[in-house]
């Protein structure tokens, strides 16, 4: 049980970010990731939707024996978690929820924002955060419509991925945000050109780090951290382009292997 692998799934690449952070801070553990990009992004559709391809994939990972299941997307964290916990007892299921809290406590302007999906924005989950973390400050909401597209095939870099960004970005800065909430497991591939785009007292946040810390909370609460001092074994499953999902991968100290699945 101890060599399992963690398992972790996004609608997409986006999740690697998650991954990579998983990877830095627990090395010896083995992992399967499983990349549906073929339904990205799952923030634009509906939460019966979400909630089925959230079962699909879990119910995939668990014929792979995961020991643990990390939900590297928020808008399937926020419409599916709660289900899939009530579901799946067997095993513990790590979700992610924008970084609104650890912004908020550092705000000096007192004003936050959040790019997020639709999916993130409009559930339940996000508004209670809001409700129970941010009283007294302004939280502006954009809805990231398009950039998980672009990240999926590759350009975020581009003019095109540039100039939507300028658009969503101009209201907040507008307001005096000094922090920038990333809501979407994808978003992190963008720090490169948001840093280009923010002012310099505008922080960037997302919850990579933290979603690594609790996964090794929880694998040392349940006694299930890998103890073999041998080389980890990384399998990634795509259900599109095998080459944008090897992109991501690129330049990471690894035993890495990509593969097509059609799940």
């Not at 999740?15 to 799952?42: F, Q, R």
Request: charged share 20%.
């Amino acid at each position: 049980m101890h060599n399992n692998p963690i398992g972790v799934f996004d609608s997409g690449v986006g999740g690697t970010s998650i991954w990579k952070e998983i990877h830095k801070l627990l090395p010896l553990e083995n992992t399967i990731y499983l990349a549906d990009s073929a339904n990205a992004p799952y923030g634009e559709k509906s939460a019966e939707d979400i909630l089925k391809l959230s079962i699909k994939n879990t119910e995939l990972l668990l014929e792979y024996n995961c020991k643990i299941i990390v939900v590297a997307c928020n808008t399937a964290t926020t419409n599916a978690i709660s289900y899939l916990r009530q579901t799946y007892t067997g095993v513990s299921f790590i979700g992610i929820e924008p970084a609104i809290k650890p912004a908020v406590l550092q705000s000096n302007s007192k004003t936050v924002g959040v790019l997020a999906t639709k999916g993130t924005l409009s559930s339940s989950l996000f508004h209670s955060t809001v409700k129970n973390h941010a009283e007294g400050i302004k939280i502006i909401e954009k809805e990231g419509k398009g950039l998980v597209p672009l990240i999926e095939s590759g350009k975020a870099a581009s003019k095109e991925c540039k100039d939507l960004l300028k658009a969503l970005l101009t209201p907040m800065l507008a307001q005096n945000i000094d922090y920038l909430v990333l809501g979407c497991t994808h978003y992190p591939y963008l720090i490169p050109v948001l840093k280009e785009l923010l002012p310099q007292h505008v922080n960037i946040i997302d919850s990579g780090e933290a979603v690594a810390k609790q996964t090794k909370v929880i694998l040392e609460k349940e006694n299930l951290l890998n103890k073999n001092n041998v080389s980890s074994l990384h399998k990634f499953f795509t259900n599109a382009d095998v080459s944008i999902l090897k992109s991501f991968l690129k330049n990471v100290d690894a035993s890495i292997a990509v593969y097509y699945l059609d799940f």
